[in-house]
């Protein structure tokens, strides 16, 4: 359909599905994922992973913190499968901080970006020098190399530290996008975004969102499975309600 066709306006005054709104210039899906409460509608979404582990596999807060670093923009699974040789070299941050960044290359065979994450490791862990001093808050494994908010939130979860912010991976864009919550594929302002439609006790709902969009919505979505098709806009568009 093209811009503007199909212009038809139900008995109570709304745009019908699948006709283009010329006042906003939204089509009917976004028209419609604006007026969802999303506190209600990401419950159920809560309830099913709520307090699920991330994937990845760590035994302490030192191993969540190297592996967390490592795993940007790389798999998981192949993190997962890098740690024990790594863990079994340099089981702690005291003897993280004595080894030289290339040192580590060995341990980090197909990891992208692997010279600077090398490089963030041993600055972290000359800097906080033993396991304890890990700080445990946003402010303070942000102010570390190589760790951002979403790194620093996934840190805070797992240890079971309150939520500072709301987890933003590749994951959550894709899938809060297809929700139809945000239009925007920058996380920074996904996350603000987030932030401002949710109370901080459910700020858990980015983990969830990834656990979706890792399991479920995945680049090829497997809606019929989906327990938010009922919201989803990307749902509604492609499949109708
Ligand atoms: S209904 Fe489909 S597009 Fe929407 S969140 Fe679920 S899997 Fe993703």
């Not at 210039?25 to 604006?34: E, T």
């Not at 993190?79 to 060995?106: C, H, Q, R, T, Y």
Request: net charge positive; proline share 6%; charged share 25%.
């Amino acid at each position: 359909m093209a811009w503007g066709e199909g212009w038809q306006v139900r008995g109570d005054g709304r745009p019908a599905d699948g006709t283009f709104c010329y006042l906003w210039g939204l089509n009917v899906s976004i028209y419609m994922a604006a007026r969802i409460d999303w506190v209600e509608a990401l419950k159920p979404l809560l309830r099913k992973y709520k307090g699920r582990k991330h994937p990845l596999k760590y035994k302490n807060i030192y191993q969540l913190v190297v592996l967390v670093v490592l795993s940007a923009q790389s798999s998981d699974d192949h993190i997962n499968e890098l740690a024990p040789s790594l863990f079994n070299a340099f089981p702690d941050m005291e003897a993280l901080s004595k080894v030289e960044a290339a040192g580590l290359f060995p341990f980090f065979k197909g990891v992208r970006n692997f010279a600077h994450k090398a490089d963030w490791l041993v600055r972290i862990a000359r800097e906080v020098k033993t396991d304890s001093g890990i700080p445990l808050t946003m402010e303070g494994l942000t102010a570390l190399p190589g760790i951002g908010r979403k790194s620093a939130s996934v840190i805070l979860r797992e240890a079971g530290r309150p939520a500072e912010g709301v987890i933003v991976d590749l994951h959550v864009v894709r899938v809060a996008q297809r929700l139809g919550i945000v239009r925007v594929a920058d996380p920074k302002k996904i996350e603000e975004r987030l932030m401002k439609l949710l109370p901080e006790k459910e700020w858990e709902a980015g983990m969830a969102m990834s656990f979706l969009g890792r399991e479920i919505c995945r680049p090829k979505p497997e809606c019929p499975l989906c327990l938010m098709k009922k919201v989803c806009a990307y749902y509604k568009k492609n499949f109708g309600l």
